[in-house]
């Protein structure tokens, strides 16, 4: 078996192969599994129930500089992006995420080159969709990342047609995409549900005035990009105001789309008959950096969370000098001091620019150790609330009453073995394990492997105890025939 190293693959060479693998051992086994592609050509499986764990000891606080990485919510977006233009998109900042990953193996299913930089360059990915051949998003790939249906927007504005698995329900609430399919008829699609798929068509959208009945990030950016190459002018109300949609649009424009007013609720885009390659730099990641300021805050250290942007976590930092918290921000970094006790304070998530909804489980962990009691209200989807069980095992005293968790604080944690459900209540896990007493065992960290690149190096590096295991592997293990 011809073998790619990882960091030189390019789509095209490395990934059917990969695929092919996978679907074997897949089959041989019925079991969710992992495969490892070794360098001497030898390929493993590893049950899922093997999967890396991390090991954690609490109670180092958080020391040094940690380097915050590209955002993969607005890198996501980005890489469908790529589909509008027959021309390469080299995209900058990339995170090493497993999302990213998802995403890449998507593009090359449809017939794009996706090639990745190594070495220094790891972090940028060029991507041509001149050869794009088969318009689909299946079910086993939106399944794992819902963002997958970023695609439905672009495919139907580029090829006239698209196939989206539809991506039913998840660990964190139903998140139906009815508003991403209201707005593409109203740009003059054609819509059907076979199947479990959407089938939408256009011979060439139209523009539209779109009003969304609820504020949708993703839905937002499928749209802005379905619009960009339509018929006219569309006209979106009730918008996402996230960063990562303005980032979007920022490289939407550099492709010669002609987008006015990203970043706030109204959002004017003149549609154009061709987008081109260019060149774009992903914004640093908000909520990663966000979740190492609590981690800072929580273990009472002093951590300079660097090569971000301090404007993106407003809503947060604001919430931690309620808490007690000294905050000090330069232009691209923050700084967390913290010697005192933690007090509580009450916390709503909300659309941008409020407090988002991917910080709510860390802070829940923040609140944990804070001074009396935070009533904590999950305002944006309607099960995200999966880690407080876990965090209760550890010793919390967490109560969960709907959409609201009141949490009385100040109770010590002592280390558990946990289970990540999704990957934010996995990142509130883990710091929860920063300040417990004794050992933490998190298994299915494949969750934070989702959107942390490297999280427990970059802790490691700031002088917190954790370790992965799992990655030595026992033995070597039989793959069938003709897999291999
Ligand atoms: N919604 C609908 N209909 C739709 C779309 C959304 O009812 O067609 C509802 C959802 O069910 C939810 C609310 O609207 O209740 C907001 O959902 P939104 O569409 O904004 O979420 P998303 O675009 O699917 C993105 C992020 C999420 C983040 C949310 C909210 C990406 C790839 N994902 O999801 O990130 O939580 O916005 O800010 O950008 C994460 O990174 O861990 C993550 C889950």
């Known amino acids: 078996m011809k073998i790619v190293p990882k960091h030189r693959a390019t789509g095209s060479a490395a990934v059917p192969a990969v695929s092919n693998l996978l679907k074997g051992v897949n089959d041989l086994k019925k079991l969710p599994v ?199 002018e569309t006209l979106m109300e009730n918008c996402a105001r996230e960063p990562e949609v303005a980032d979007l649009a920022a490289l939407l424009n550099k492709m010669g789309a002609r987008i006015e007013g990203a970043g706030t609720a109204t959002i004017r885009i003149k549609g154009v008959t061709k987008l081109s390659g260019a060149r774009h730099r992903i914004i640093p990641d908000r909520i990663e950096a966000g979740t190492f300021v609590i981690a800072a805050a929580l273990t009472g250290g002093d951590l300079t969370v660097t090569n971000c942007d301090p404007s993106h976590l407003s809503a947060l930092l604001q919430k931690l000098q309620e808490c007690g918290v000294t905050v000090s921000v330069q232009r691209d970094s923050v700084r967390i001091k913290n010697g005192h006790r933690l007090k509580a304070a009450g916390m709503s998530t909300e659309e941008y620019p409020g407090f988002p909804t991917d910080m709510q489980a860390q802070y829940m962990t923040l609140a944990t150790q804070a001074e009396g009691t935070s009533v904590i209200t999950e305002n944006i989807f309607e099960n995200r609330f999966m880690h407080a069980q876990e965090l209760v095992r550890m010793g919390a005293n967490i109560k969960v009453e709907g959409s609201r968790a009141i949490v009385r604080g100040h109770t010590p944690l002592s280390g558990a073995a946990v289970q990540c459900s999704d990957l934010r209540a996995s990142a509130s896990l883990v710091i929860a394990a920063l300040v417990a007493e004794g050992e933490t065992i998190l298994d299915r960290v494949y969750h934070i492997d989702r959107g942390y690149e490297r999280i427990e190096e970059k802790l490691k590096g700031a002088n917190a105890q954790i370790r992965r295991i799992g990655e030595i592997l026992p033995k070597r293990a039989q793959v069938p025939a003709g897999v291999a």
């Open 34 to 232: 992992r495969v490892k592609v070794r360098f001497d050509g030898s390929a493993v499986y590893v049950p899922e129930n093997l999967m890396d764990k991390f090991v954690v000891r609490g109670g180092n606080p958080l020391l040094g500089n940690i380097r915050v990485s590209g955002a993969k919510n607005a890198a996501l977006p980005a890489m469908a992006a790529a589909i509008l233009t027959d021309e390469p998109v080299v995209l900058e900042n990339i995170p090493d995420v497993r999302d990213i990953q998802t995403e890449r193996n998507l593009l090359v299913s449809m017939g794009a080159e996706v090639e990745l930089g190594y070495g220094k360059a790891h972090h940028r990915t060029t991507i041509c969709c001149r050869d794009l051949v088969n318009p689909e998003a299946a079910y086993e790939l939106v399944k794992t990342m819902r963002a997958s249906t970023l695609v439905l927007g672009p495919l139907v504005a580029r090829m006239g047609r698209a196939r989206v698995s539809l991506p039913g329900g998840c660990a964190i609430g139903a998140r139906p995409i009815d508003l991403h399919i209201k707005g593409l008829e109203q740009l003059g699609a054609t819509i059907r549900q076979e199947h479990g798929y959407i089938e939408a068509s256009a011979e060439r959208l139209r523009g539209g005035h779109i009003v969304f009945d609820k504020i949708t990030v993703t839905g937002t950016e499928d749209l802005m990009m379905a619009a960009a190459l339509a018929q006219g």
